[in-house]
């Protein structure tokens, strides 16, 4: 099985780390670098800063726990995005953009590929992991804007990243789809 991780910031690093128990290959898909800011939300350690956030995540989980990875240091675009996601069992959008969202997901649907999203709000006060078939992606008040910088988020990071995995290991191990709404003091299925 392979399980591809689009974005491997706040979410998808936090995901993808405690993904790390599944018998599949973790792909990461990320063309940033990670910055020593990155260090307080981020699953990173700080010999990983300058490095490509996907290479980076992908030495950390073999060196650390011997997981099978691959990594693209690369931006998802229309021209790749049908080679990096063609093999993939499963794709995981943490991206935080709503372009790269409408990309990905316009590409599972061509291509009959499952696809979970996992989502902050903004503003921080809430989270989303929604199945592809239910989930729109909302306008960026200002592209590219940040959503994660300096840690301030971070319970709620921890919070949507446990709650995507559990997603990811639901579907893996039963084929079971659930979207889960996620906040500060309650983690609330939405669907399932």
Not at 48 to 61: C, F, I, R, T
Not at 93 to 101: I, L, V
Not at 140 to 152: F, I, R
Request: with cysteine; glycine share 10%; aromatic share 6%.
């Amino acid at each position: 099985m392979r399980i591809v991780f689009c974005g491997v910031g706040a979410i998808g690093s936090t995901a993808a780390v405690l993904c790390r128990n599944l018998e599949a290959t973790l792909v990461f898909i990320d063309f940033d670098r990670v910055e020593s800011k990155n260090l307080r939300a981020q699953a990173f350690v700080k010999p990983s800063v300058g490095k490509n956030k996907a290479e980076a995540l992908k030495l950390q989980l073999l060196n650390l726990y011997g997981v099978k990875a691959e990594a693209f240091g690369v931006r998802m675009t229309r021209d790749n995005v049908a080679a990096l996601g063609a093999s993939a069992d499963l794709l995981v959008d943490c991206f935080d953009n709503q372009e790269s969202r409408l990309l990905l997901s316009a590409f599972a649907r061509a291509a009959g590929k499952p696809l979970v999203h996992g989502a902050l709000a903004a503003d921080g006060t809430f989270g989303l992991v929604r199945w592809d078939e239910r989930f729109v992606p909302d306008a960026e008040d200002t592209p590219g804007q940040a959503t994660c910088e300096g840690g301030e988020h971070l319970p709620l990071i921890g919070q949507l990243g446990a709650t995507l995995a559990r997603t990811v290991q639901d579907f893996v191990k039963h084929g079971v789809r659930r979207d889960t709404l996620v906040g500060l003091v309650a983690v609330t299925p939405t669907v399932s």
